[in-house]
């Protein structure tokens, strides 16, 4: 009979990706099943990717585009605010489901072994999900106000996909680790979800930052929707486009995603102890 040793992994930051690729099944499976939950028992599904934005894009029109007179680079302000959420809602979203991932897996977690890092990594794919169908109203936008997407902004999509979910994940190891522990967590993520909206220019441009838009830039997600709408709604030409935001950002989401997973390695030989 085949015998398994499992032992601690070494070093800060060790990913044993043959494992995870050994377990890839059940990384769908985990997918395919916060899927099904999150959608379970509602009467229109998957359209609640749809209304959420759009509804939230018309408060924010109304509120800051119309009475505010938020500046909006130029563009329709409906244009300008849905493409800060479309991937403020990709971030948050993940964060938040990668985040109470472990909690909501405690029956699996202390009956059998599998590589704990495919939970959250599970809960945050799923966010695309709601990323794409809300890409979809995106596009419908544009048509609608006579807006061209550029051909590089399109192509750009899922480098800044990814970016989004690496940072996403990063934050959601972190908290998912201490929320094992520390069952505040799920009251502080709503606060802190939305402090950071407001600390990312999803309904006003960065530049009203002025000197101080550096401070900005420590926030991974400001670089990210400065990237996207002047790749995706602006000059579209590589040689005119500044990638500083998008490589600041890059920068920044790998050392949160770095700093998660050594946190969430540390401690994930307890979760089954004390979950």
Known sequence: MNTTVIKPSKGFVNIDFKEILHFRELLYTFAWRDIKVRYKQT???????????????????????????????????????FAGLLFWN???????????????????????????????????????????ISLGLFFGLMIYYQV????????????????????????????????????DVKHALPFLSQFLMFATPVIYPSSIWGDYK?????????GIIDFARQSLLGRGVMDAIDFTPLAVSLAVSLLLFIAGLIYFQQTERTFADII
Do not use: C, H
């Open 90 to 132: 990709l971030f948050s979203n993940a964060m938040m489901n990668a985040s109470m991932s472990i909690l909501g897996s405690e029956g699996i977690i202390k009956k059998i072994y599998f590589p704990r890092l495919i939970i959250p990594a599970a809960a945050t794919v799923v966010s695309a999900i709601d990323f794409l």
């Open 148 to 183: 061209t997407p550029t051909l590089f902004g399109i192509l750009m999509l899922p480098v800044l996909m990814f970016v989004t979910l690496l940072a996403a994940l990063g934050i959601g190891l972190f908290f998912s680790a201490v929320n094992v522990k520390y069952r």
């Open 43 to 81: 009467v229109i599904g998957l359209l609640w990717a749809v209304i959420q934005p759009l509804a939230t894009m018309l408060i924010y029109t109304i509120a800051f585009g119309k009475f505010a007179k938020m500046p909006s680079d130029g563009l329709p302000y409906p244009i300008f605010a």
């Open 214 to 222: 550096w401070i900005l830039q420590l926030n991974p997600m400001s």
